[in-house]
């Protein structure tokens, strides 16, 4: 699969893309996903955000960081949460220069090969989020009510919202630096798949423009999942919140 080498039409310089990726036990595929990921371009770099987890990956990517100095980590004193674990990893690589930042989890659930076709539609858009039920729904060995439970979350939060995205709670996006920058990650407190709804409603808030890649989703390869009812519950409560702020701004006349 052809790499969309990015650069700068004025002066032909390379731009920085970082991809951020929490991680809590995953100890058995931070090390095939790093060369996986890696291997997509050679100025392609990684920040891993571990939440010191029991199983030893924050180890095992030590000795990563230590061998390849386009990997970086960010150890963190406990479970933190999926949202601020993002937050913190966005600043820091902000900070390092950071022009593209991606997220995708650390499972393989988000194919490596596609991060290519994130990095070409950015060059358009602000935000390019890599949607499962964007042709149909693309889900391979998920439960049904999980399936369910997914698709009609990005229904849901279209309706409350007025968000125009077919896959509203996906992890697996691209942003612009500048997108980053003009969103107040201050003011992004929620979690779990609420975080990717709230990221991705504070983007139509400032007018970004906002596309969808088709991607094909497969689940975990090893480890267990982290969904959990409060997750789920969160993200309900979520949309109703941003809904009842923006209008009460609106209101306000700010």
Not at 46 to 62: C, E, Q, Y
Not at 82 to 106: C, N, W
Not at 125 to 150: M, Q, T
Request: glycine residues 6%; proline residues 3%; hydrophobic residues 40%.
């Amino acid at each position: 699969m052809p790499f969309y080498v990015l650069q700068v039409a004025s002066h032909g310089d390379i731009l920085k893309a970082f991809v951020v990726i929490p991680t809590y036990n995953e100890k058995d595929n931070v090390r095939s996903l790093t060369t996986a990921v890696l291997s997509q371009h050679p100025d392609l770099q990684i920040f891993f955000v571990d939440d010191n987890s029991p199983d030893g990956t924050g180890l095992i990517i030590d000795d990563i960081v230590a061998g390849n100095d386009r990997v970086h980590v960010l150890h963190r004193t406990g479970k933190l949460g999926l949202g601020s674990a993002y937050r913190e990893g966005f600043k820091a690589v902000l900070e390092m220069g950071a022009d593209y930042i991606l997220e995708m989890d650390a499972d393989f659930s988000h194919d490596p090969e596609t991060l290519p076709f994130f990095l070409s539609a950015i060059e358009e858009n602000d935000l390019v989020i890599g949607s499962r039920y964007l042709n149909g729904v693309s889900v391979v060995n998920w439960p049904i009510r999980r399936l369910i439970l997914s698709y009609f979350a990005s229904a849901y939060t279209r309706w409350v919202t007025g968000l125009q995205v077919r896959d509203c709670t996906s992890g697996f996006k691209c942003f612009r630096r500048s997108t980053i920058e003009a969103i107040d990650l201050t003011r992004v407190t929620s979690d779990g798949y609420s975080f990717q709804i709230e990221m991705n409603y504070r983007c139509m808030e400032k007018g970004f423009r906002i596309s969808e890649i088709p991607i094909i989703f497969i689940d975990r390869h090893a480890g267990s999942s982290k969904m959990s009812s409060t997750i789920v519950r969160e993200a309900v409560l979520m949309v109703w919140k941003l809904r009842m702020n923006s209008i009460i701004l609106r209101f306000l006349g700010k």
